[in-house]
């Protein structure tokens, strides 16, 4: 990357947005290695062409670095502010609205949220793993659930806390809108950030396991979990249907 500035005059909010710059491009091409071996300050301030006395005032160290690096990549993601990317969201809002005659009934509104997880969970699958902010997250949480050293484990686990809690309460928001639309809530003792919690961890398994073995996990099942005809559902689709109505019950009971 070439930059015609001379560095000792890049001011420090510059010199930290190259830096972050630099890296977001390299994570996106390479992924993040679990002891951040990729991340090296002196590399990305030769890549970024920025002071290094800037850089060690802004970070520090690599920790410090890869903290703000990581937060860049989830404020930077489309779906964060929301809980979920755009296309999935407005698969979600078309899904609700198809059939409005149909929402008038209970076994219109239990269909309709069929379908509603069956479009959308399949998609989303897709979209995961895609996603350059999902993938340093899930690097970053096996490495410390793994029980090794990890640079500034503290600090990076109670980072990720910080982040995964404003998805869990995004997420919370929108089950409690489809509750409202289907005519649902949660059972006695439970939450729509409980239910978050449980979708959320359902779907980390489902990914890791799409990666090991991506045919068993991403093959097309085709099955009927109502009075409708089958239909081709994702595993992960199937499996957030069964958690939806085990923490949910219609509002008439």
């Known amino acids: 990357m070439a930059h015609s500035a001379p560095r000792s005059r890049r001011p420090a909010g510059q010199t930290r947005e190259l830096m972050l710059q630099v890296a977001i491009e390299r994570v996106r091409a390479e992924g993040l290695l679990l002891d951040y071996a990729n991340i090296e300050l002196e590399d990305l301030i030769r890549a970024a062409g920025v002071p290094r006395s800037t850089v060690f005032r802004i970070w520090p160290d690599r920790v410090a670095f890869v903290a703000d690096l990581v937060r860049a990549l989830f404020e930077a993601d489309p779906g964060f502010d929301t809980g979920i990317d755009d296309a999935t969201r407005d698969l979600l809002r078309r899904s609700v609205a198809a059939n409005p005659e149909a929402m008038r009934t209970v076994e219109g509104r239990q269909a309709g949220l069929r379908e509603a997880?069956?479009?959308?969970?399949?998609?989303?699958?897709?979209?995961?793993?895609?996603?350059?902010?999902?993938?340093?997250?899930?690097?970053?949480?096996?490495?410390?659930?793994?029980?090794?050293?990890?640079?500034?484990?503290?600090?990076?686990?109670?980072?990720?806390?910080?982040?995964?809690?404003?998805?869990?309460?995004?997420?919370?928001?929108?089950?409690?809108?489809?509750?409202?639309?289907?005519?649902?809530?949660?059972?006695?003792?439970?939450?729509?950030?409980?239910?978050?919690?449980?979708?959320?961890?359902?779907?980390?398994?489902?990914?890791?396991?799409?990666?090991?073995?991506?045919?068993?996990?991403?093959?097309?099942r085709v099955v009927s979990l109502g009075p409708e005809a089958p239909d081709e559902w994702h595993l992960a689709g199937i499996a957030v249907y069964g958690i939806y109505t085990a923490f949910t019950q219609r509002m008439d009971t």
């Open 117 to 220: 997880v069956r479009v959308t969970v399949a998609h989303n699958m897709v979209v995961v793993e895609e996603t350059i902010a999902w993938r340093a997250y899930r690097t970053m949480s096996a490495a410390l659930a793994s029980g090794d050293a990890v640079p500034g484990g503290g600090e990076i686990r109670e980072l990720l806390s910080e982040l995964e809690g404003r998805y869990l309460d995004r997420m919370a928001e929108i089950y409690r809108a489809l509750n409202d639309a289907f005519g649902l809530r949660m059972r006695e003792g439970l939450t729509e950030r409980d239910l978050a919690v449980a979708v959320m961890a359902m779907i980390e398994g489902m990914s890791d396991h799409s990666r090991i073995s991506p045919s068993m996990a991403g093959a097309p």
